[in-house]
T-cell receptor
Framework: ETGVTQTPRHLVMGMTNKKSLKCEQH?????MYWYKQSAKKPLELMFV???????ENNSVPSRFSPECPNSSHLFLHLHTLQPEDSALYLC???????????FGDGTRLSIL | QQQVKQSPQSLIVQKGGISIINCAYE??????FPWYQQFPGKGPALLIA?????SEKKEGRFTISFNKSAKQFSLHIMDSQPGDSATYFC??????????????FGSGTQLTVLP
């Protein structure tokens, strides 16, 4: 398997649930990213990890908690989400921080 | 100013026609301008990118035109095909030493190419 794989592809959860999104890259990259994509809005960068160390956190609410256990895996832990958090969550990776980013196909998240 | 303004929001073109999508930026520190293509149910895929030291870059039917003085860049799709129907995003970024390439995206253009 190649590229950037995200699971699950779809997730429906209540506001009090706890769930996690998973991203795995098979490209040998060293940097990984979480983005939020909402309808008719620009993609919003949430978090950046380089060599498992978080290097960017763009004012994201604490109900989103990232984890990067190694350079191939990235998680986004979710808890007590709000309806406005419903969106497509995209993971991306790049060889180094300043190299082109390759995106996964995203997790469509719906908050009831 | 980090914003990248993209227009039009949607575009309908006949097969064989030219599709043109425009973007404008404010931050003169931006030094990398990629375009991404996104099909329904898929993530964005890098299509073509340009740096400000050139005014045009062509890859197959896709061309980026860059106007540094006007702080504008555009994507031209020649001989547009129905398979080009997708959402296109422009983006811009700059990098300092060791810092992340933080892409600032436009809001997207939904292109429909009619057969």
């Amino acid at each position: 398997e190649t590229g950037v794989t995200q699971t699950p592809r779809h997730l429906v959860m209540g506001m009090t649930n706890k769930k996690s999104l998973k991203c795995e890259q098979h490209l040998g990259h060293n940097a990984m990213y979480w983005y939020k994509q909402s309808a008719k809005k620009p993609l919003e960068l949430m978090f950046v990890y380089s060599l498992e160390e978080r290097v960017e956190n763009n004012s994201v609410p604490s109900r989103f908690s990232p984890e990067c256990p190694n350079s191939s895996h990235l998680f986004l832990h979710l808890h007590t989400l709000q309806p406005e958090d419903s969106a497509l969550y995209l993971c991306a990776s790049s060889h180094y921080l300043n190299q082109p980013q390759h995106f996964g196909d995203g997790t469509r998240l719906s908050i009831l | 100013q980090q914003q990248v303004k993209q227009s039009p929001q949607s575009l309908i073109v006949q097969k064989g026609g030219i599709s043109i999508i425009n973007c404008a930026y404010e931050n003169t520190a931006f030094d990398y301008f990629p375009w991404y293509q996104q099909f329904p149910g898929k993530g964005p895929a890098l299509l073509i990118a340009i740096r400000p030291d050139v005014s045009e870059k062509k890859e197959g039917r896709f061309t980026i035109s860059f106007n540094k003085s006007a702080k504008q860049f555009s994507l031209h799709i020649m001989d547009s095909q129905p398979g080009d129907s997708a959402t296109y995003f422009c983006a811009a970024s700059f990098t300092g030493s060791g810092s992340a390439r933080q892409l600032t995206f436009g809001s997207g253009t939904q292109l429909t190419v009619l057969p």
